[in-house]
Nanobody, 121 residues
Framework: VQLVESGGGLVQTGGSLRLSCTDSERAARTFAMGWFRQNPGQDPEFVAAISRGGGTTYYADSVKGRFNISRDDAKSTVYLQLNSLKPEDTALYYC???????????????WGRGTQVTVSS
């Protein structure tokens, strides 16, 4: 599994972005997928996760109702739609692949390098 994130950038408060996470080895369909975010000097924070097949999704309370996770296994890609962005959403966003839907980093085996999201006030 080789995960590569894209879609980050600079956006104003209230704006939207769509992050993508693609597995170049096309194995991600067999994994649950998660998104985490992290700022310098802080621990990674769970954002959202989706099960194999996409039947179950799970969100952090801080993003529920604003973010949406989805997957397209034909493209080996997982998406994170970010809406109504706030300055506190600023972080490096990582995607990860693991065996089960989880909010904990230790449940994920494969990680991308991240894409930066910056929300200006």
């Amino acid at each position: 599994v080789q995960l590569v994130e894209s879609g980050g950038g600079l956006v104003q408060t209230g704006g939207s972005l769509r992050l993508s996470c693609t597995d170049s080895e096309r194995a991600a369909r067999t994994f649950a997928m998660g998104w985490f975010r992290q700022n310098p000097g802080q621990d990674p924070e769970f954002v959202a996760a989706i099960s194999r097949g996409g039947g179950t999704t799970y969100y952090a309370d801080s993003v529920k109702g604003r973010f949406n996770i989805s997957r397209d296994d034909a493209k080996s890609t997982v998406y994170l739609q970010l809406n109504s962005l706030k300055p506190e959403d600023t972080a490096l966003y990582y995607c990860a692949a693991g065996g089960v839907v989880s909010s904990t980093t230790r449940q994920y085996t494969y990680w991308g390098r991240g894409t930066q999201v910056t929300v200006s006030s």
